[in-house]
């Protein structure tokens, strides 16, 4: 399960359109707790490093973002805890190439965005032997102990 308040839910949306008809890409930083819930605290928006051609249906973060991020989220005391990115004019079901591109633990969230309208968010968890998503609970709540650190 991942908790996520109300406006991170909204930021992915209106990044997804933003960026339609390419995919949008970003970074989900928070905390795990002791059973493995997720809580998201903020969304960290990122460019997304493909070429023109294959932006519309792969992402890919780049490693130098990656560690930017890691380094905004270390500074706040946060922990990347997933990702998100969009599927213009698809569903938000992850891609044999998310799927290939992806690890353990973490969240992987899409937004489905048809004709430049986010219709549809599901969050996703790999199997732990790497066969296949899951799709997780999203809890749309905020808990103010995050922001503590
Ligand atoms: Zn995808």
Redesign the pocket.
């Given at each position: 399960m991942i908790e996520i308040a109300p406006e991170h839910l909204a930021h992915m949306r209106q990044h997804g359109e933003r960026d339609y008809p390419f995919?949008c890409c970003g970074l989900l930083l928070g905390r795990f707790d002791n059973n493995g819930t997720k809580i998201a605290a903020e969304t960290y928006p990122i460019s997304n490093a493909r070429e023109e051609e294959a932006k519309r249906?792969?992402?890919l973060i780049r490693p130098e973002e990656l560690m930017c991020g890691e380094k905004y989220a270390r500074e706040k005391g946060f922990d990347v805890v997933g990702f998100y990115?969009s599927?213009p004019d698809?569903r938000a079901v992850?891609?044999k190439?998310?799927l290939d591109h992806a690890w353990p633990t973490y969240s992987y969230i899409?937004v489905s965005v048809e004709k430049g309208q986010a219709v549809d968010l599901r969050s996703w968890q790999m199997e732990s032997d790497r066969s296949r998503f899951n799709e997780e609970e999203i809890a749309e709540t905020s808990r103010a102990s995050v922001r503590q650190c």
């Amino acid at each position: 399960m991942i908790e996520i308040a109300p406006e991170h839910l909204a930021h992915m949306r209106q990044h997804g359109e933003r960026d339609y008809p390419f995919e949008c890409c970003g970074l989900l930083l928070g905390r795990f707790d002791n059973n493995g819930t997720k809580i998201a605290a903020e969304t960290y928006p990122i460019s997304n490093a493909r070429e023109e051609e294959a932006k519309r249906n792969r992402f890919l973060i780049r490693p130098e973002e990656l560690m930017c991020g890691e380094k905004y989220a270390r500074e706040k005391g946060f922990d990347v805890v997933g990702f998100y990115h969009s599927h213009p004019d698809d569903r938000a079901v992850p891609s044999k190439y998310d799927l290939d591109h992806a690890w353990p633990t973490y969240s992987y969230i899409v937004v489905s965005v048809e004709k430049g309208q986010a219709v549809d968010l599901r969050s996703w968890q790999m199997e732990s032997d790497r066969s296949r998503f899951n799709e997780e609970e999203i809890a749309e709540t905020s808990r103010a102990s995050v922001r503590q650190c």
